[in-house]
T-cell receptor, first 114, second 111 residues
């Protein structure tokens, strides 16, 4: 069964450093998403991406964040100048179409900023 | 903001059906009802979705009321592995595709 793959599973970084979280969406999917979940809190939407551009972003997704689909298969989330409060699980998801078809999630990257 | 209301928790006996209610009284005509679950801190897992008709797949059944203001997810034979947080989410099928997760229902299946 096709699945969304995320790497690494766990990333530890120093405060102020840049991190790149990587995702390989399901191959025929066209819509891509990033979500995050701070420990003990809700899953929060960050950004959606379609046709090589951001289609929607939340208030959380400020200039510190960026997304890219560099090679037609990977989908990345870059976090610049990480802060302690960026520590969270980051989930990538993809869907074949927009809201009519289900989005499938990866197993997440646990980001720990120290 | 989540547009659904779910009970915070419920218990279920192993082997019995689990019926999870959800209210979405402000749902609009261009929104589906989606159900996901999350086991520990794993990625949310898709269960089922529907627009206005009842739906069934290998995991669950979804019953949507005729006025679409509420729905029930049915896990027909709950197992210990079904212990998870279950999220009921309304999701637009055009223009706004994000999934807005609320607190969900923590379902504990007991032996």
């Amino acid at each position: 069964e096709p699945e969304v793959t995320q790497t690494p599973s766990h990333q530890v970084t120093q405060m102020g450093q840049e991190v790149i979280l990587r995702c390989v969406p399901i191959s025929n999917h066209l819509y891509f998403y990033w979500y995050r979940q701070i420990l003990g809190q809700k899953v929060e939407f960050l950004v959606s991406f379609y046709n090589n551009e951001i289609s929607e972003k939340s208030e959380i997704f400020d200039d510190q964040f960026s997304v890219e689909r560099p090679d037609g298969s990977n989908f990345t989330l870059k976090i610049r100048s990480t802060k302690l409060e960026d520590s969270a699980m980051y989930f990538c998801a993809s869907s074949e179409t927009g809201g009519k078809t289900e989005a499938f999630f990866g197993q997440g990257t646990r980001l720990t900023v120290v | 903001d989540a547009k659904t209301t779910q009970p915070p928790s419920m218990d279920c006996a192993e082997g019995r059906a689990a019926n999870l209610p959800c209210n979405h009284s402000t749902i609009s005509g261009n929104e589906y009802v989606y159900w996901y679950r999350q086991i520990h801190s794993q990625g949310p897992q898709y269960i089922i979705h529907g627009l206005k008709n009842n739906e069934t797949n290998e995991m669950a059944s979804l019953i949507i009321t005729e006025d679409r203001k509420s729905s029930t997810l049915i896990l027909p034979h709950a197992t210990l592995r079904d212990t998870a947080v279950y999220y009921c989410i309304v999701r637009a099928f055009f223009n706004d595709y994000k999934l807005s997760f609320g607190a969900g229902t923590t379902v504990t299946v007991r032996a």
